[in-house]
């Protein structure tokens, strides 16, 4: 070997390739583009969801909007970005008055969006509904 020449072993090598497979697998786990921060945009008075799918102390999550809508109590009725907090995945059910978001475990108030369990650091943002009769519409 010359004076100039670097040689890796295959440990080396082999240790950046697992390094690179974990760097890989975390990407995957990261949010999207937006941060995780918003929903998708939806026009006002878009029809979400009607009142008859959305059980009291429970939610829809519409995947598409990325928006939760949930009834904490009989007739009121609240939306939250359906984006979790912590990684910027979809939370993943509403059930016994709290978000769930089963990626990493954070849960939510069904009526406010505050933080119930970690690891997210933050609220849900609400989003503003209007309910006309049996119709769940973006305001």
Excluded: W
Excluded at 68 to 97: K, W
Excluded at 108 to 124: F, I
Aim: aromatic content about 2%; overall charge negative.
């Amino acid at each position: 070997m010359s004076l100039g020449e670097v040689r890796a072993s295959r440990r080396i090598v082999f240790s950046g390739l697992g390094a690179l497979g974990v760097a890989t697998a975390l990407a995957g786990c990261a949010g999207g583009d937006d941060g995780g921060s918003s929903s998708a945009k939806v026009a006002s008075g878009t029809e979400l969801a009607s009142t008859s799918e959305v059980p009291v102390g429970g939610g829809v999550i519409l995947t598409d909007q990325k928006i939760v809508i949930t009834q904490p109590s009989a007739g009121t009725y609240a939306a939250f970005t359906a984006v979790c907090t912590h990684q910027g995945l979809l939370v993943t059910s509403v059930e016994n008055d709290t978000i769930l978001c089963a990626n990493h475990g954070s849960s939510y108030s069904a009526s406010t969006g505050e933080v119930e369990g970690g690891p997210a650091p933050s609220a849900l943002a609400k989003v503003e509904i209007d309910v006309q009769g049996d119709k769940i519409l973006a305001a």
